[in-house]
């Protein structure tokens, strides 16, 4: 673990129970879960699954985890239909035309802009020990960069996750600029993300982990219950 002194600007540490909700097949299952948590991140646009599940995410206290691409904010209702006033950005504050194009795109609705703490995403990380290839010195997704930093920094008593699929099956949703599965799926295999991700998960024994997932044949450690 990093062990480090970060202090989440939004979230208090040690909360009792907080979800990760993504956007794999298995958000479906949100409605099963959606009562065991007050405190979530929604990763990256949600807009389009918003309009199947919001109804699963009312009144509870929510932050934007997004990746630095412009395609990863939401419509400015629906920011204000869940009273979102924090983004997290998945990458540390850098000086470029395309970063500070997303930065002012967030600003303009009125909403916290949140860089990521430079432990996380730099070559030094610790978590960078994990995955291999090409994604040696960085996080493969803002997905698992999101777990990484819940389980290091808000330090939840229980986690409850859906949506984490590993690209077995395609999103509920697929955008147009996303890119194709069979590409995604090569990633998860050349990056070996489920194995490493089960690796990461075992390191916070303290955190009681709630996984709906449909990825296949999950190792799981024994502080992950899996969900069915």
């Excluded at 409605?31 to 007050?38: A, G, L, P, S, V």
């Excluded at 599940?53 to 204000?80: D, P, R, S």
């Excluded at 949140?114 to 030094?124: P, T």
Aim: net charge positive.
């Amino acid at each position: 673990m990093l062990k480090s002194n970060i202090k989440c600007p939004y979230f208090n540490s040690g909360i009792e129970n907080f979800g990760l909700i993504m956007k794999g097949a298995s958000l479906e299952n949100i409605e099963k879960i959606h009562d065991k948590f007050d405190h979530c991140f929604l990763i990256n646009n949600f807009d389009l699954e918003i309009e199947k599940y919001g109804k699963y995410l009312e009144n509870k206290k929510i932050v934007h985890f997004v990746n630095k691409l412009f395609t990863a904010h939401m419509f400015k209702e629906n920011y204000e239909r869940f009273n979102i006033k924090n983004i997290q950005m998945s990458t540390n504050f850098f000086l470029s035309i395309k970063l500070f194009r997303v930065w002012y795109r967030y600003k303009k609705m009125g909403l916290e802009v949140n860089f990521m703490n430079k432990e996380f995403n730099n070559k030094n990380s610790y978590f960078n020990k994990f995955f291999e290839g090409k994604f040696r010195n960085r996080f493969p997704n803002a997905g698992i960069l999101a777990l990484c930093y819940t389980l290091d920094v808000i330090k939840p008593k229980n986690l409850w996750i859906c949506g984490l699929d590993f690209y077995s099956e395609d999103y509920i949703f697929r955008r147009s600029h996303q890119t194709p599965l069979n590409l995604q799926q090569k990633k998860m295999k050349d990056s070996r993300l489920p194995e490493k991700t089960m690796e990461i998960m075992s390191l916070y024994k303290n955190v009681n982990i709630n996984l709906y997932s449909y990825y296949k044949n999950l190792n799981t450690p024994s502080n992950v219950n899996l969900l069915k």
